[in-house]
């Protein structure tokens, strides 16, 4: 399964974006979803989850600030974010949750800074 991640770009401290995953054919039926990232040096990191049935959860670090959410219809998950910080800049991507191999994609690169 291929996943096109799009949406990031430079933008400024306190500013928004919102990124899209299109999924190359349904799987938001079976799998719960997450958006990673992985910043320059760092480990990469699940900051968004959203289950099967809807349910959503994040990391520390975003919680307030991120809403993950999806269009089934689409085939397509969200990340919003909002307030954004210095602190987020990294590559984000999305894949299952458990991390599945067999889903690829390019990620989109989040870059936060004046």
């Known amino acids: 399964v291929q996943l096109q991640a799009s949406g990031g770009g430079l933008v400024q401290p306190g500013g928004s974006l919102t990124l899209s995953c299109a999924a190359s054919?349904?799987?938001?039926?079976?799998?719960?979803m997450g958006w990673y990232r992985q910043a320059p040096g760092k480990q990469r990191e699940l900051v968004a989850r959203?289950?099967?049935?809807?349910?959503?959860n994040y990391v520390d670090s975003v919680k307030g600030r991120f809403t993950i959410f999806r269009d089934s219809a689409k085939r397509t998950v969200y990340l919003r974010m909002n307030s954004l910080k210095p602190e987020d800049t990294a590559v984000y991507y999305c894949?299952?949750?458990?991390?599945?191999?067999?889903?690829w994609g390019q990620g989109t690169p989040v870059t936060v800074s004046s």
């Open positions: 894949n299952a949750w458990p991390l599945r191999s067999d889903y």
């Open positions: 054919r349904s799987i938001f039926s079976i799998n719960d």
């Open positions: 959203i289950s099967r049935g809807a349910i959503t």
